[in-house]
């Protein structure tokens, strides 16, 4: 089973910046982000797929970027123009049906991460 593993994430004041990662024990057709505020459905942030298709969604677009290692089992998001409104917990997730998993809600991938807490005041 592929294991993914998070780091990152903390605490910044609105308009500023914090970098994701995360690394799978194997590589992974897509790769992606989602995130999740207490009370709240999961929400998706962005994917990537090895073909170097890249996702967001509406809220993130312009300021986050995906990108993925050469081996394609690393993962970086990077976060810019941070609001509070970005507060949550962002989990890493990933999906190996190639065929399907870029079409996809993140919030839908088989395999997910412990989860890291962003918090923007």
């Not at 089973?1 to 994701?20: I, N, P």
């Not at 941070?82 to 190996?96: F, I, M, N, V």
Request: net charge negative; with cysteine.
């Amino acid at each position: 089973d592929v294991q993914l593993v998070e780091s990152g994430g903390g605490s910044v004041e609105a308009g500023g910046s914090l970098t994701l990662s995360c690394s799978a024990s194997t590589p992974v057709a897509c790769m992606g982000w989602c995130r999740q505020v207490p009370g709240k459905d999961p929400q998706d942030v962005a994917l990537m797929n090895t073909e170097g298709h890249r996702r967001y969604s509406p809220s993130v677009e312009g300021r986050f970027t995906i990108s993925r290692g050469s081996a394609d089992n690393t993962l970086v998001l990077e976060m810019t123009s941070l609001t509070p409104e970005d507060s949550a917990t962002y989990y890493c997730a990933a999906d190996g049906d190639r065929y399907q998993c870029y079409w996809q809600s993140v919030t839908k991938y088989k395999i997910l991460a412990q989860g890291t807490q962003v918090t923007v005041s």
